[in-house]
């Protein structure tokens, strides 16, 4: 076995050379396996562990244990303490999530903190099949449908974290194997056996089943996922160039616009084939989702707004306009000039009488999206002297 997870380590390219790297070690069989392999194999390591406090009693002595296996081998020791269930109440998350966040969190920083390039967990592949389950029945398109790749990046907040999965090349049952051969202590998680997640509920109830009805359904998935995840990297590549041949750079008549605005010709959308599949992978990366991809698709006219979490999209003047969602332009250095607000009027210059600003606006044809970010020089009195940018006032 320990040849097994040299030859994959090395053909994945998991570990940088002679650089230490985090280990996610919870105590039990997985992780202690893995825990052993990599100290045979002579890779650099030290070692992290989360002490979650969801089994009174338990916790506390997983976390003995490991911190136990990292001084018997003098491997340096990373642990931390979460009350996950205030934090799972707090932020709405379920325990799993909340868990899970905690924990990536928590080996980011140690990774940021001590230069660890990547932590590495005991992700197996049993765990790879029932993740490609878990994705299938909660819909997910073709990037759920790989399992769980041996190498990826996680993005959070402020950084992201480069997370390996030296195991994937072994089933439970031949993790299972080495630690009674090699006689490696460890801990039993008693919520492993339990069926209050999704996760479990797959492992001991649908695989199982699928085993009885389909005696070769492991290997078989192994080859399934091998494929799909082929077939997803050329799915990929191929939206990547969609993505750079119809996605451009609006081109915005304001001469100082604060956020990136990106078009796609709606001629370009009505193109694509198929057309709904494309274009949600075109907008999921500004975070929109299948079911405002639809609205988009049915509306009609110019100047509509839709919404992610982190952006705004417009339909407008044949195009699909695209932008952050951001702060106004803080005015408050500059009394004089201040975001044009609605019933604003001015005299533009080399015209007759005054005009809404919401009226010059429009005959400019700016989006909303544009239009937000118009600011105008006012004098002591509070008079309008210029749009600035686009005209002064007479």
């Known amino acids: 076995m320990l040849e097994r997870f040299q ?22 069989r997985d992780s202690v396996a893995m825990f052993d392999l990599c100290r045979r194999a002579g890779i650099p390591f030290a070692v992290a ?20 296996l990292a001084a018997s081998h003098d491997v340096p020791f990373h642990t931390a303490d979460f009350d996950t269930h205030a934090v799972a109440a707090a932020t709405g998350q379920s325990i799993e999530e909340a868990a899970r966040s905690l924990r990536y969190a928590f080996f980011a920083d140690l990774c940021r903190r ?27 398109g073709i990037d759920g449908l790989h399992g769980i790749r041996p190498l990826s990046e996680l993005k959070m907040q402020n950084e992201e974290l480069r997370i390996i999965r030296p195991l994937l090349c072994f089933s439970r049952a031949d993790i299972d194997a080495y630690v009674d051969a090699r006689g490696l202590a460890y801990v039993e998680d008693s919520t492993n056996a339990e069926l209050d997640a999704r996760r479990n509920r797959i492992r001991h109830r649908l695989m199982p089943l699928l085993r009885e009805l389909y005696p070769s359904v492991d290997a078989t998935m192994q080859a399934n996922i091998a494929r799909l995840s082929d077939v997803g990297e050329v799915y990929r590549a191929y939206v990547d160039d969609l993505r750079a041949r119809v996605i451009h750079k609006y081109d915005s008549r304001l001469p100082s616009l604060p956020v990136a605005v990106q078009a796609i010709a709606l001629s370009d959308i009505q193109a694509l084939n198929p057309r709904r599949t494309l274009l949600f992978e075109l907008l999921r990366t500004y975070g929109f989702n299948a079911a405002t991809v639809d609205d988009i698709l049915a509306a009609r006219g110019t100047g509509r707004l839709f919404y992610s979490a982190t952006h705004v999209a417009e339909l407008h ?10 702060q106004l332009p803080a005015s408050h250095h500059q009394p004089s000039t201040r975001p044009w607000r609605p019933g604003d009027r001015f005299r533009p210059k080399g015209m007759r009488g005054s005009r809404l600003v919401s009226d010059f606006l429009k005959d400019l044809h700016l989006s909303r999206i544009e239009r937000q970010y118009v600011m105008v020089s006012v004098d002591a009195d509070g008079v309008i002297r210029s749009v600035i940018g686009l005209r002064d006032a007479e």
């Open 7 to 28: 030859q994959f380590v090395d053909e994945q390219h998991l570990f940088p050379s002679g650089q230490m790297v985090l280990l996610a070690v919870s105590g039990g």
């Open 317 to 326: 003047r044949g195009q699909l306009l695209i932008a952050p969602q951001s």
């Open 49 to 68: 562990h989360c002490n979650f406090h969801l089994r009174p009693g338990d916790c506390d002595r997983d976390q003995q244990f490991v911190a136990d």
């Open 114 to 140: 001590h230069a660890y390039p990547c932590v590495a967990t005991a992700h197996h592949a049993d765990d790879s099949v029932e993740t490609f389950f878990l994705n299938l029945f909660r819909g997910t």
